[in-house]
């Protein structure tokens, strides 16, 4: 890493954001520079600084940035007319595409899914899925989860957890139940037990789901990873109650947690999956919703949307399948990334009395409270590493690194968190003790 | 147009669409072809057939599919490796666009707009309005329109009229007050007056509104045209009643009704206003809600979206205003097709004893049903012209043809709906009534 | 008129209800007296002042305070240990009641309907009344009308026009639509036929109704009556659209309006009437939801209420039913007397340029504001005449007098109120134009 | 009681229920006699049978059938012609009633409340409290528990638990979040610190709330009682969030529990009280609602009601603070028998093994399911022992006896019930355990 260039010193002239940009921009307000380049996990500003991405476009870049694969895919594409946009007609992109789901993604797995192309974004993909177990069930109440992040329209958002989020509606938020995650409450409690006691409970309030929404990982809820057991538990109450159990693989999926789905090899199939973010490979926008063929009793049009067949998005998508799918091996490499990742961010957090977070390449480590993460995140940026934080107060530091890191880079950008975090929190003492302030308990608000 | 190869007569392989894709596809239904090649106004099957565009990706493809200026500005982006997806960091590409939008777009309209990135589809856009009207005056109820159409998400959703898509909700959707769209119940009674006599009564019944979300002439809703006097009205009405008003321009912008703004020299200036669909000129997914800068009470990150910074879009967006918008003369061409097509539609029509809707290049002829619609465009079809239908009940066939289409095509193009619909409806006799079936009164159901 | 003691002079000790009653209070505040005995149309204050009652606590006491029949059967009951209060178990009471209802109310008029005893007011009953639409239909959206008033429970008052009591809810009111009543938009606007082509057009926005919940004449709303044939053509409405026809006769039933119900002899039959109010006799609480046998689809106990059989209301209302309505002379003398009315209010219309509104023995003036109205009613209260306004301005003066009232005692009380207009309303010069201010046009706020 | 007459044998005439009466109806149906006689802790049916009442009109008739007290004050009030409904006029009764309330029952306790009369059944109490609740705070979410249960119309159904009655709806009912209440996870989990856990997380899902409506003994939802430590919790919890603690005494107050409110000397003060059911004494429908003075910012009529003022409850309400809280000694036999049922249903459980019950005179023995129990009862019915069932699965016999009654017809009632479950439930055995069917897990169904 010696030989990375610094970032730039100057910030970019941003008054055109400051005049034209609505004041809802976030990261760029902690991230000053103007990027014109990125290649593989590399960022580039427009001063010359490179900064390493352990964002990824929040796991939207699990190949990194422009991968040359797809990159000529695309190009190829393009340069041949092929079809860019056609709502929802019949495409070559289209079904090379669903082709390659079935045999690189669903077969191998013995899924039996169909696909549903809804908007371009993970929000769509949840609201369509929540719509499809109304429809289906003829029920109204959605079970979601604490820290859950499903999206901002309306649909998805009522099934957020997030007070700021949800504050943003302006109308209250309904037809939700929000019941507490995995380790919610501490390890002795089970609150899949909690749950089925008020759902088997016929004056407990809690009326009759239609469905339970949930992320195997909290990618934005401050990376809880739920145990196979308490999912498994979750997909029986499901079952035994009627409900039809969604896996939100928007942010888990793709690889980051280790296989193309979050929940493979758990014991349990979903009803409904949720895809987005890192499915089309490149950063296209681009999300799915995957359904049993048995639910799929849509009327054609009953949901639609303008970019449902991101034709682009299919070219990449069918590329990343191919090029990272077909071939066990990249498995591999992320479980060996993962330990490393693990490795690490143990090791620091030993070091300073903290705990980790998470599973895969998706795993955090819990600083306390969000202006300590924000000073790490603040000097790892300084220091050319491109790093963001999660948890209900912001206070996990989330690395969230292209699955397709070399492992001395990997390492070279570890190095700059473990020094950020070093510069920023005292060490345990001998007595095993902090001396710094990041012994706040989590979850409890000032 | 004698030239023009004949659409294939056998159809492709459909198997795997059966397979994997959910029944809610639609509109490969009616044009059952795989295409893998779109040019210009024209878009070809895999099995050497080509087809005139009139539908346009519902007026997303207004320059047409894969204009070659677009196209090119693309390829040299990617090819140079520049920032495909940076969640809302500053780019290159989007500096680009903001100051392209700006001085070509909103100068020389004396408009002063921000932009909010938005989810990269229009219901993401109409979302983020009515969460922004909901927080900036503190109320919930918003006042749509019959036959509006606004989106799938739950908070558009609640806004559309169609109850076909209403009823996929599954929930009630609420907080929305549908009221009457000018001309509704006819041209003696001004439906603003009665909204007006509403708003003013205490004991209606009718929350003051947080916005007034209005299309100017409405797409999917039957090609119905507000005049300017009744928009005035209605953006006089929400000035007075405290509440915004904010134009839906999704499908009517861009060009679509002539100026880049749908209500450009109307004399009301909206609060807020969403575009989609034409906005990147190629078809890629993108979205934009803009809204005056006194509004933007935006805290950061309180909307958001994974792909809420489209680059790729930035990239054709900004190209397509620099070759359409910089100058005068497309506005010009646009309006010169549109008289073109408003006298041929106003020639079927009175032949065969129908009406005519619309403005533009946004307009359709009402052929009395759904039926009847679907014989005419089926017939287009298979002549190679590719046109949909609109209205309440599917019985408007709507020209959305690219705006950039050569006069000689264009006037092919409506050649082979004039064939159609004649060889569907019977003329109307000396007697000035029509032996056909077109004469069910619009709006009401059987 | 001449021997009615004026009412005193001084207020008396309100200190108790400025320490202990809730600023909720309202009525006492314009009528600051206390009041300890009440006979007939009289009302006696504590210091020897006695008014005559043209409010009959809106309508619930059309039989006059404290009838000495019913005052009678309802001592000698509880003299003999009658049961007081049995939840809904049978007492001969009830028995006698419902046997009571059959004969006298039921069977002559051909209505067959059965009595579910809901909470002991009004709004307890259209709760119970909406629910049951919305079991019997699966629909969740009722149509209420323009300035109807239902009650302030939640789900009443999502039914209630008034912006004064919906913003008592803090929360947003739902699943309800206000359409605009019989004549809102003038004599040349039949709303029923604009409700009509709502409900026909599938794109309207508005959904498919439960229920259609009216007033025959508003009694809250301005005493605005509805015709028969607009009610004739709603409940043709609700039968072709699968809704049911509730009828509110709360205030309108009990004859306030001629008959015993406010729709009788007017060509429909509703699904369900609600009635509260006067149909205890003597002011007791009690309401009752009737229902067509048909729809009797409740479940034992699926909504209840403690006090849901108040058996001292079984027992007034059984001897009111026996004292009045056993003998078709009553409605005779209700015709007379709302001859009466017309003919007082009319004339003193015509003197001073106004209006009148309503029907029967429920009928107002619009003195074309709150203020004049209040001075008016004030000028009355201070003559010795209780009588209170209505209307979404609260600009209709409404005489609800005692149905059993004298005609001298009737015409006594009229001279009052004809003179406080006058004293407060100039009347319409030669050219037949007022000089005061009351001729600002109904329904629009300033 | 020996010489007491049994029950007749004869059901009564009951076709004019059948034919007339909505079969909603419940409580006659388990108890199919017709009544026509009450006096103190007796009923009297049609045929000569007489029944000992332990179900007190679910506590609405704490001090017995027509009290001769409170018979006399009503019978001279009516007499008197007395003013028997005026709206919210003052009146005497009115005056007299207040005053006695500050009198005898806020200033001995220090209590400074101000009465807000609402509709006249507990269901307005809580409806006009949780309105109250949200206007003073601005926000719109009523947390309620598990099993509670507040009433039938729509904004107190949405705080009620029981899956029945809310389904009974016909909408989904919001704004309301139903957590668990002491005990509900058993003895180890702290309920009140899971629900402090959720509130102070911002990215639970709980929005922040306007009230927490609990009762202190559940009446409906299984005699459940909450410890006075979980109540100062949740008490504590509310002032910290900024939201209102609302006791819904309805059921639990006037005695029931021991003192005139259920939560006296439990260390927290209540910011709204809702009082019905026994409030009038004699059965009379009437319900009040009492709120801290800073927090009475209604508008003059702003929720209002027919029968707000019930003037023969005031009058009856009068007479029974003045007869039985003028003195402690009510409160000390209240304490007395309270001790009695306790030790006697201790003594039942034990030999069952089962479990008890509730606090004070509110109390009841759970024995395992709704079949059982209705066993139970209807032998206990048959030997002339009115009593009811309680819990999510009707699993709680529920003995709420007069509070007035005398010690020896108590334990004469009492015996009648410990016979009754002798002979539907086998004792347990010398090893501890129970050869019947009641040890079923509470709160699961099957």
């Known amino acids: ?46 001063e010359g600084g490179r900064y390493l991405d352990f964002l990824s476009g929040c796991s ?37 595409f669903l082709s390659t789901l079935e045999d690189v993604i669903l077969k191998p797995r013995s899924l039996n899914y169909r696909a549903m192309f809804t908007g371009p974004t993970g929000t769509n993909a949840v609201e369509a899925a929540i719509k499809l177990a109304r429809k289906v069930t003829g029920r109204e109440m959605v079970v979601a989860f604490t820290n859950g992040f ?13 007070a700021g989020k949800r504050g943003g509606a302006g109308v209250p938020l309904g037809h939700v139940s929000h019941e507490p995650y ?75 947690t280790g296989g ?31 359904l049993r063929p048995e639910l799929d009793v849509w009327k054609p049009g009953e949901h639609n949307g303008t970019f449902r067949g991101n034709n682009h998005a ?40 903290l705990s980790t977070r998470g599973r895969g390449m998706m795993r955090g480590i819990n600083v306390g409270s969000g202006d300590v993460a924000e000073k790490i995140t603040g000097t790892c940026f300084a220091e050319g590493l491109i790093i963001e934080t999660s948890g209900a107060h912001d206070e996990i530091v989330k690395v969230l690194a292209p699955l397709v890191i070399d492992d001395d880079t990997f390492q070279a950008g570890l190095d700059i968190l473990e020094e950020a975090i070093a510069e920023t929190i005292a060490p345990v003492d001998a007595s095993g003790t902090t001396s710094g302030k990041s012994d706040r308990k989590l979850g409890l608000a000032a």
Chains 1, 2, 3, 4 share one sequence.
Not at 60 to 72: D, R
Not at 326 to 347: C, H, N, S, T, Y
């Open 182 to 256: 995995d380790g919610y409450y501490g390890d002795e409690v089970d609150t899949a037990d909690l749950l089925e006691q008020r759902l088997e409970d016929p004056s407990s309030g809690l009326d009759a789901p239609a469905a339970f929404l949930v992320e195997t990982v909290q990618g934005e809820g401050g990376l809880n990873a739920a145990s196979p057991e308490w999912l498994r538990k979750i997909a029986a109450l499901a079952k035994k109650h009627g409900a039809l159990m969604i896996v939100d693989d928007i942010q888990a999926g793709c690889g980051r």
């Open 260 to 290: 193309f789905f979050s929940f493979e090899d758990m014991g349990f199939t979903p009803d409904i999956v949720t895809l987005a973010k890192s499915l089309s490979g490149m950063g296209l926008p681009f999300a799915l919703t995957l």
């Open 1 to 46: 890493m010696t030989t990375t260039p610094k970032p730039s010193a100057t910030t970019p002239d941003t008054k055109i954001y400051e005049r034209r940009e609505s004041t809802v921009r976030s990261y760029s307000r902690s991230m000053p520079r103007q990027f014109n380049r990125a290649q593989g996990v590399w960022m580039h500003d427009s």
């Open 314 to 353: 299919f070219v990449t998508a069918t590329a990343a399948m191919r090029e990272f799918w077909a071939d066990p091996k990249f498995a591999g490499d992320i479980a060996r990334r993962g330990r490393i990742l693990e490795q690490r961010l143990e090791r620091m957090a030993k070091r300073h009395g």
């Open 150 to 162: 499903h999206g901002m329209t309306l649909g998805a958002l009522a099934c957020t957890g997030n």
């Open 60 to 96: 939207s870049l699990n190949y990194g940035h422009n991968h040359p694969v797809l990159k000529q895919a695309l190009v190829d594409y393009i340069a041949s007319d092929g079809v860019t946009h056609a709502l929802d007609l019949h495409t070559d992109a289209k079904a090379r």
